[in-house]
Nanobody, 123 residues
Framework: QVQLLESGGGLVQAGGSLRLSCAASGRSFATYTLAWFRQAPGKDREFVAAISWGVLRPSYADSVKGRSTISRDNARNILYLQMNSLKPEDTAVYYC????????????????WGQGTQVTVSS
């Protein structure tokens, strides 16, 4: 079993930056696809970014493409999401997740989830 714990959220002005981290305990997630999802109040959970375990190819939602970078440190079991040029519409609870399905963008296919970290972007 893999346990995931997000950190790095907070309150930031529009145009600012945050780096979210997700630390894993239990088994190594070296062979998992890792991803970030987010959910705003009253809205569905949406895909943000994912990264594979092989060639480390990233995938991004159109809403964050060009502003965000997902990366992973397999040796330390840490997943990162660097977010720049933040917008008020980025405000949400951000969750990290892991799955054995290659490069999935579907939340229902992810087996492991963190508890979430709040990101609030003020205008």
């Amino acid at each position: 079993q893999v346990q995931l714990l997000e950190s790095g959220g907070g309150l930031v002005q529009a145009g600012g930056s945050l780096r979210l981290s997700c630390a894993a305990s239990g088994r190594s997630f070296a062979t998992y696809t890792l991803a970030w999802f987010r959910q705003a109040p009253g809205k569905d959970r949406e895909f943000v970014a994912a990264i594979s375990w092989g060639v480390l190819r990233p995938s991004y939602a159109d809403s964050v493409k060009g502003r965000s970078t997902i990366s992973r440190d397999n040796a330390r079991n840490i997943l990162y999401l660097q977010m720049n040029s933040l917008k008020p519409e980025d405000t949400a609870v951000y969750y990290c997740a892991a799955t054995s399905v290659p490069m999935s963008t579907t939340d229902g296919l992810y087996s492991y989830w963190g508890q979430g970290t709040q990101v609030t972007v003020s205008s």
